[in-house]
């Protein structure tokens, strides 16, 4: 069963997921989902901590996900796993959450002070899991950073844009120059 603060929690990231992060208040999201803004205190100190709780819960969420999509994958499979997880990332279950995280990323650059720990965290996170999804051939720090750079700059063209045709040419494109690359 879960706690107050789980249900809280849960309820949060939903209206979170569905809404965003833009002009949000605590008394209108403790509205949204039957509490008050003083309980949303009482549970996670302040609006910070109630974002920084709810998207921390989807990270993990995100990367069990990502994980267990990494594992099914057939390792002689011609699809790259770059492709593969921009597949999972930009699909219609995926793209909200993402959205999301990206939302507080682009948020926290401007209020940096509350969620920095949050952002090395996710960060380093998701440097792991690139790292651990990417052939042997190219597993190293440099390909991780450069494959998630090109990732987070064609996932914030597909928010903005939607234009996932084009973009999925795009990183096809630049699967094809890292190939190149690792055989050089």
Not at 41 to 68: D, P, T, Y
Not at 80 to 89: I, N
Not at 139 to 155: K, N, S, Y
Request: charge should be positive.
């Amino acid at each position: 069963m879960q706690s107050r603060r789980e249900q809280l929690l849960e309820a949060a990231l939903v209206h979170l997921l569905k809404h965003g992060l833009v002009n949000l208040s605590l008394r209108t999201l403790a509205k949204h989902i039957g509490t008050s803004a003083r309980m949303l205190v009482f549970h996670f100190n302040s609006k910070e901590g109630l974002i920084v709780a709810a998207l921390g819960e989807l990270n993990e969420r995100l990367q069990s996900s990502f994980e267990e999509v990494s594992a099914r994958a057939d390792r002689r499979s011609t699809q790259p796993p770059l492709r593969m997880f921009w597949d999972w990332a930009s699909s219609k279950e995926n793209l909200p959450s993402l959205r999301l995280l990206y939302e507080l990323q682009i948020a926290a650059v401007q209020n940096p002070k509350p969620y920095a720990r949050y952002l090395k965290k996710i960060s380093a996170d998701w440097q792991a899991a690139a790292s651990k999804a990417l052939s042997d051939t190219m597993r190293q720090e440099p390909m991780a950073t450069l494959c998630i750079a090109v990732f987070d700059g064609l996932f914030l063209e597909l928010i903005t844009t939607g234009d996932r045709a084009r973009l999925s040419r795009a990183l096809n494109h630049f699967i094809e120059i890292a190939r190149r690359g690792a055989r050089n």
